[in-house]
């Protein structure tokens, strides 16, 4: 830990001797979005040049009260940044939140998170790079008064996160930094209740209850799906498609993206059109997704759920 806080203070003393370079400016609002006057900002993001024989971008953000936010390297910021190195991230009150290690934008190594009060919170290893899904262990979590849950990879906890319309809670226990052997839980939300058994960290089933109905499955979430894959429903596209005659007329051609949601029953609705080709084309892809046959919905701990999805479609006239 003391080597940890040396590199704090290092680093800070860098960002003060890097003042003179050249830098782009950005004012932005929590969402991401940029503005362009300081007032309206949320915070703002540095990105300087750089350093000598280096070839990654120093970042730096703080808070619209001028604490800093986050200091750390980047190799891209445009259209989004990707993270390199060392990153710490900091409250509204410049107290220490976060110091992570990346690599291409994604977490890898040790990542350690704190409480307001300089606490550490938890202890992460990322293992390997696996975007959105990292393979990662749970090595320490502890509450705000220094209750100890989880230590050395093992441990037992009870988590509950505050959503939008209530919260969620889960309970169980870990081994060698991963869940393992039967955990429980339930969504007040939607009034949901599920029991679950881990095996090294994989989930082997679970059944869930939900006004009075029960779900078994043996994966927590499941992707909407055509009957028999995504080659298929461009099969029932290209089969379905007419092409308009003024966009033939007109030579038009132009690929459409086409947004919908899958219903929980496998209907296609609310199709609306994203990127626009021609009027006639639009309405033939709208047409099109709406005479889908069903699909097989998406489901959350085997209770199915409505998801969005946007699908390109590529009108080609006839040869």
Sequence with gaps: MKKIILLIAILCLLQITKAQKNQNVYFLKNSGKEVKIKDSAD???????????ETNFNLLEFYANGKRKTIGTVSAFDPRLVYEGLILRFNTEGKRKEISTYEKGVPLGMSYRYFDNGKVRTQIEYLTELPFNPNSKLIYLADSLGKVYVEEGAGYTIDTVKMPSGEKIEEGGYKDGVKHGVWKGAETANGM?????????????????????????????EAPSFKGGMPKFYQYVANSMRYPNDATKNNIEGTVIVEYTVEKDGRLVEVQIKKSVYPSIDEEARRVIRSSPKWTPATMRGVPVRVKLSIPLKFTMPR
């Design 43 to 53: 915070y703002i993001r540095v990105i300087q040049e750089p350093d000598s024989g």
């Design 193 to 221: 209740s599920f029991i679950e058994t881990y095996e090294g960290g994989k989930l082997i089933g679970g059944e869930s209850t939900r006004e009075g109905v029960k779900y078994k499955y043996t994966f927590a979430m």
